[in-house]
């Protein structure tokens, strides 16, 4: 499930709205960082509204919301975490094994984190 999310601001300011959630907002330095604060507010809205016993609104098609002239349209995936890890064997192209280490270890992560995170990334942009 995506939700439609509006992107305002300017580098190093952005803003993310949810047209569907009024009042679910979140912030970030980048773009990047505001499209992951935005994914968890969406999941920390679902957790706490079907805590409450209410129903989560369901999203508008992308088609249906209107947005200014100055923000970016683009539609933020419902990730929900189980804190559950499962084992995923994978079979991948020896370059891509090569690339997915490469990057870890730039960034201070395990492959697992990595590809979890990459994941989650594309998710976001919407592929």
Known sequence: MRYPAVIDGKKGAY???????????????????????????????????????????????????????VCLLVSIPLLRLSGRSVRANMLLDEGVAAFIASEARRR???????VEWMTRRIAQMGG
């Open 15 to 69: 803003g993310v709205t949810f047209p569907d959630l009024p009042g679910i907002v979140a912030m970030g330095k980048t773009l990047d960082e505001a499209l992951v604060n935005a994914e968890e507010a969406l999941r920390d809205y679902v957790v706490e509204t079907e805590q409450d016993g209410e129903p989560v609104a369901p999203p508008s098609a992308l088609e249906q919301v209107k947005i200014p002239d």
């Open 108 to 114: 201070g992560m395990t492959r697992t984190t990595y």
